[in-house]
């Protein structure tokens, strides 16, 4: 069990230190998933980071397709209504809640 966690962060980190910073962020939905179904911790950090890539960074236009067969508690599955700000911010966890909500007013400025 311990070598499937340790496996699972290096790829969601691998995925958002890389993937995200390149611009693409492929398998980022499918390693959260797995983190969360697997009950793991996610570093906060990690997830902040994700959110931030996703409300002010450019990238592939593939994570923005949301599935709407996803719950809102699983966030990752819905980055389209995110960047969009059309996600409820109350179905964020508070730390993501709070980077979501600041960011309309950076956008504003």
């Given at each position: ?11 969601l ?18 390693v ?78």
């Amino acid at each position: 069990m311990a070598d499937h966690r340790i496996d699972t962060i290096t790829a969601l980190r691998e995925v958002v230190v890389y993937g995200l910073f390149d611009g693409g962020g492929f398998g980022l939905r499918e390693v959260r998933e797995d983190m969360e179904k697997s009950g793991l911790s996610v570093p906060l950090a990690m997830d902040e980071e994700i959110l931030e890539s996703v409300l002010f960074d450019d990238l592939a236009e593939l994570l923005f397709v949301d599935d709407d067969t996803q719950p809102f508690s699983h966030w990752w599955w819905h980055l389209g209504k995110i960047r969009d700000k059309t996600f409820p911010a109350e179905q964020l966890p508070a730390h993501l809640r709070e980077v979501y909500l600041e960011s309309e007013k950076i956008r504003s400025m």
